[in-house]
């Protein structure tokens, strides 16, 4: 227990100190390139004084991320057991992949100098094709159990290859939900933080070093970010480090058995996600009927609508927060 307890503050401590090193160094870099975040005529007029604000600050945490990890794996692989992480390694393959994607779309947007960078079906293909490729690794490598226990019961359910289909659904649907909570200062990293706090616990009381090690990237890498984009931010993640984080956290409940109780975990990324769903399909749905479109929020994602109630960002921060604590808690007691 003791040298378990020890890598997991090694790995912790070391993707924390890197990133707010590595953050320090890169963030005067992106502003001399002039990498910096434009907003949208139709995005929220109030974040105009953000425009500048250098963006694809995922690459400082996600590095720091690779660096730990190649450490713990050598690690592994001098003590010979290498090969029980093998589903730890695909899902950080599969976390890296999807921040890949959203390097390509924060480059594309700087090239065209507008916040639009891949096309909705060009990011959402490539994720569809990072999933698929996770799902059939982990298969093939026989880390996919088909047999779900549903939450809050001992009921279980064996869906065969029935299975792979939603598990694609479900891994897209956490990453862009995680892309669209990277709306405000802070919220996104917030959020993750406390899901990093889950996976530690969840990690300690099972002794499992695997997942001890998602919940400490995860601690590691978000609470270094925040020491730069807690608001007001010197820094913007970018689809870079929001695809990167919402893949690992739903990864990281693949990794620990219990894809259901990831749709918990992810239950602020999954309601900023309907929020924004609800919100164009309502509009075309009531433009279509009564020729004039309506809303159901004042503007979505979920947090612009409370922006525009009057809240402030440390309220939503707060708030998004609290409520992701209280999926956790349930997620908990959901196992």
């Known amino acids: 227990m003791r040298t378990f307890t020890v890598i997991f503050l090694i790995v ?17 870099i992106l502003k001399s390139h002039k990498v910096g975040q434009v907003i ?12 500048g604000t250098p963006t694809m600050g995922g690459i400082g945490f996600i590095l720091p991320v690779m660096i730990a990890m190649l450490g713990f794996f050598l690690y592994t692989a001098v003590r010979g057991v290498s090969s029980s992480y093998i589903p730890l390694a695909v899902t950080l393959a599969f976390a890296i992949g999807n921040g890949a994607i959203g390097f390509v779309d ?15 079906k ?23 159990e088909t047999t779900l226990k549903i939450p809050f019961t001992d ?3 064996d869906l065969g290859w029935g299975w792979y289909p939603v598990a694609v659904l479900l891994l897209v649907g956490v990453v862009n939900g995680a892309n669209l909570t990277d709306g405000i200062d802070g919220l ?20 499992d070093l695997q997942i001890s090690m998602i919940g400490a990237v995860l601690l590691g890498a978000s609470l270094g970010f925040l020491v730069y984009n807690f608001h007001p931010a010197k820094v913007f993640m970018g689809d870079t480090g929001s695809l990167f984080f919402g893949a690992l956290v739903i990864g990281g409940s693949f990794v620990a058995k219990a894809p259901l109780i990831g749709i918990l975990l992810s239950g602020v990324f999954i309601i900023e996600m309907l929020s924004s769903f609800l919100q164009t399909g309502f509009f075309k749905l009531t433009r279509k009927l009564c020729g004039k479109g309506k809303r159901i929020f004042r503007m ?7 922006e525009k109630g009057g809240w402030n960002e440390y309220r939503i921060v707060a708030v998004f927060s609290f409520a992701e604590l209280l999926f956790c808690i349930a997620a908990w007691f959901a196992r």
Not at 124 to 143: K, P
Request: hydrophobic letters at 50%; proline letters at 3%.
């Open 155 to 157: 009921w279980t359910c």
């Open 122 to 144: 060009q990011k959402l293909f490539l994720q569809i094709v990072m999933a698929v490729a996770y799902v059939t690794v982990m298969g093939y490598t026989g880390n996919m």
């Open 188 to 207: 996104a990293s917030s959020v993750v933080f406390v899901i990093g706090g889950f996976f530690a616990l969840l990690a300690f009381s099972r002794r």
């Open 12 to 28: 912790t401590l070391a993707v924390f100190v890197l990133t707010v090193l590595l953050e320090r160094k890169l963030i005067p």
């Open 300 to 306: 979505a994602p979920l947090h612009h609508h409370f």
């Open 40 to 51: 949208l005529e139709i995005g929220p007029r109030w974040h105009k004084h953000k425009e």
């Open 106 to 120: 924060d480059y594309c947007k700087l090239i065209k100098k507008q916040n639009e960078g891949l096309t909705a």
